[in-house]
């Protein structure tokens, strides 16, 4: 049987009409060929000149944010993020001297402390918002933030995913051209995987996500604030996400009703509130090697969000995110599958 849940996206078609959901977000918006360009882009307009630069960072990330933020010429110093349900750890006596806040909500859930959000505006802290994860959550774009940065990759099809919002004034910098090498590689993935559906063949899908990771790690090496490319502007410029939502948390609640929780399949997050789209359905497993090789077997591909980075080299000071990291797993549950999908998954699920 070949892979009946987990794979990449086909390219998203064009929808009919055009669509404001992204050009409204602020003053300026602006497409980037990732998220990570589009981050990159936001901490160069912000950054001031000639100063120390402090970013207080989530302890749990991805290492392309972080990287992102050194680049930039940033120190990073950590908070925590709690197990049970992915809140940031603020604290306040950690402020001193930080110019810069990444803001993250998780798998399409914010759980983050408004207050402390204003205090740090009242420290004239900058407010930058990963939105990768809450992309089309209701409370996914925090209001009080400077700036929105994040990737529409893990929602749909799209070569070019990244977009920056800065909410008051233009930017600075205009993108640079986009890494054509790179495009390249996007689209002959996503068409490799759109011959993979056609003839539901195994081997289409190994060429597709070949040539993706080969893409993937050239950009993590070279990576700038790159611009996108017309095709995927015009994609999201012209994106209704109604039915995207409705059917990511519909096929979410289905699996919630369909699980006894275990110590190999505990539901990080297990309510769906009215405000959250969920990006995936992630849990933790105590044997997590055991979970995603039992899986695999029934056809079901899972993901780890996120490996360990480099940056965080003293991971006991951050006990809870050191946790997260050894125990985090995640499946798809996205618009492309139907309700048969879920219940199989969710059966698999149970059986962990």
């Known amino acids: ?69 050194v680049k930039a010429g940033y120190t990073l110093r950590f908070y925590d993020v709690d197990i049970e349900d992915l809140r940031p750890c603020f604290k306040t006596e950690d402020l001193q001297g930080v110019s810069a ?29 990963d939105t990768t994860h809450s992309m089309f959550s209701k409370d996914g774009h925090y209001e009080g933030a400077d700036y929105y940065a994040g990737s529409v990759r893990k929602w749909l099809g799209i070569a070019s995913g990244g977009v920056a919002v800065k909410r008051n004034g233009t930017f600075s910098i205009q993108p640079i051209p986009a890494d054509e090498e790179h495009l390249k590689g996007r689209y002959k993935a996503m068409e490799f995987r759109k011959f993979a559906i056609k003839t539901d063949s195994d081997s289409y899908n190994e060429m597709a996500s070949s040539v993706f990771w080969e893409t993937e790690m050239r950009l993590r090496r070279m990576f700038d604030a790159f611009a996108g490319d017309q095709k995927s502007k015009t994609i999201l410029d012209h994106l209704d996400p109604t039915f995207l939502i409705e059917k990511r948390r519909t096929n979410y609640q289905t699996l919630l009703d369909a699980l006894t929780p275990s110590s190999q399949c505990r539901p990080i997050f297990s309510n769906l509130d009215e405000h959250t789209c969920p990006s995936h359905f992630s849990f933790y497993a105590q044997d997590r090697e055991q979970a995603q090789q039992q899986l695999e077997k029934k056809g079901i591909r899972s993901t780890v969000y996120w490996p360990l980075p480099p940056m965080l080299a003293d991971r006991e000071r951050y006990g809870q995110a050191s946790y997260i990291y050894d125990h985090v797993m995640s499946v798809q549950m996205d618009q492309r599958y139907s309700k048969e999908d879920m219940a199989y998954l969710g059966k698999e699920l149970a059986k962990l």
């Open 1 to 69: 049987m070949g892979m009946r849940i987990g794979s990449m996206f086909p390219l998203q078609e064009v929808g009919e009409k055009p669509s404001s959901y992204f050009s409204n977000r602020g003053e300026d918006v602006q497409y980037f060929l990732s998220g990570r360009c589009a981050l990159y882009a936001c901490l160069l307009d912000c950054t001031k000149n000639n100063t120390p630069n402090i970013a207080y960072v989530p302890a749990y990330t991805c290492e392309t944010v972080l990287a992102s933020y």
């Open 101 to 129: 806040l990444n803001l993250c909500g998780y798998f399409g859930f914010s759980r983050y402390d408004s207050a402390f959000l204003r205090e740090c505006k009242r420290r004239n802290i900058t407010i930058i918002q």
